[in-house]
């Protein structure tokens, strides 16, 4: 280009050059600048979320095999999250396992095992509470709430297991459910704890949890139990339960789950429903996950070694 300009083609190059230089470091500035107002965002975004988990995607038309192969998987890791997993009613046999259970409606097991120790030092048979002062029974277990429908069923749950049973709780099913006070959820506690017999507890722990996991749209108890007990072994119904709402009570609470917290939010389809910051999840953990005692006055050795911590009796600070 040079050699074509007349009069001064040595000017006319190193303008030529000079120019596109200028204009090219012009260019390069406006790049520079936007990474460095970029990065403090970044690392702002890292300190809140430093661990990106997306839900876990489950297609709108899961077929049964991918679906009983997702809610098997869930099931073995809380496995490994609690294997000490265990009833959390304080009991010595089924008579004191199914009052315990009918007394822990619309209360905390940890009311109820910090209320039963009177109870049973007092009336330690079907025979004795069954032939107890209404009144009596009352005072001892006012601290349940309802104290008065508890004792006219507990009561009258012990007259028929004197009159019924020979003052024996049976181990079937459907002798349970005739019980005054015993539902399909209280029998299966019972048979599944006291009798080593499969069943599966559907309490408010354990619906919410399998709606959230997408093993069932179902909302009545029954069908959620058919639903749920269909993609499991019934030799692994009662551990299920015992998983299920273990992880209910710790973790995966109703108004705030602790997503942030949670060993299997990765396979969860409902994670970030709660808080899923690690360090604010934390905070919302409960008993031993949170360095807290336990529902049990006299809980399991395994959960004690675990780290979990009794309860404190009736009346502790």
Not at 240 to 258: E, N, T, Y
Request: proline share 10%; net charge positive; charged share 25%.
């Amino acid at each position: 280009m040079g050699e074509q300009n007349p009069g001064g083609g040595g000017k006319t190059v190193k303008t030529a050059k000079t120019a596109p230089v200028k204009k090219t470091a012009a260019k390069k500035a406006v790049p520079k600048k936007a990474p460095a107002k970029a990065a403090p965002a970044k690392e702002a975004a890292a300190k809140v979320a430093p661990v990106k988990i997306a839900p876990a995607k489950v297609p709108a038309n899961e077929s049964r095999t991918s679906l009983v192969r997702r809610a098997r998987r869930i099931n073995r890791e809380l496995a490994e999250v609690y294997p000490y997993a265990h009833p959390e009613l304080d009991f010595e046999n089924p008579f004191e396992l199914l009052v315990a259970t009918v007394l822990s409606a619309q209360t905390t097991d940890l009311r109820v095992n910090q209320t039963t120790p009177a109870l049973f030092a007092k009336y330690p048979t079907p025979e004795d509470l069954a032939a107890a002062v209404p009144e009596e029974v009352e005072g001892i277990l006012r601290p349940t709430g309802f104290f008065r429908a508890k004792t006219k069923s507990v009561m009258g749950l012990s007259k028929a297991l004197v009159e019924q049973f020979g003052g024996e709780v049976p181990g079937r099913l459907e002798d349970l459910v005739k019980l005054p006070g015993v539902g399909r959820k209280t029998a299966f506690v019972v048979l599944g704890n006291a009798f080593g017999r499969p069943g599966i507890t559907v309490d408010t722990h354990f619906q919410r949890l399998v709606r959230r996991w997408k093993w069932t749209d179902e909302t009545d108890p029954d069908k959620i139990e058919a639903a749920v007990g269909s993609l499991f072994p019934k030799s692994e119904w009662t551990m299920l339960s015992h998983h299920v709402i273990f992880h209910g009570r710790r973790i995966c609470h109703a108004r705030k789950p602790a997503c942030g917290a949670c060993p299997i939010a990765p396979l969860c389809p409902a994670y970030g429903e709660g808080e899923t910051d690690p360090e604010k999840a934390q905070k919302l953990l409960k008993y031993e996950k949170g360095g807290l005692p336990g529902q049990r006055l006299k809980p399991p050795q395994s959960y004690l070694d675990a780290g979990g911590r009794p309860a404190p009796p009736l009346g502790a600070a």
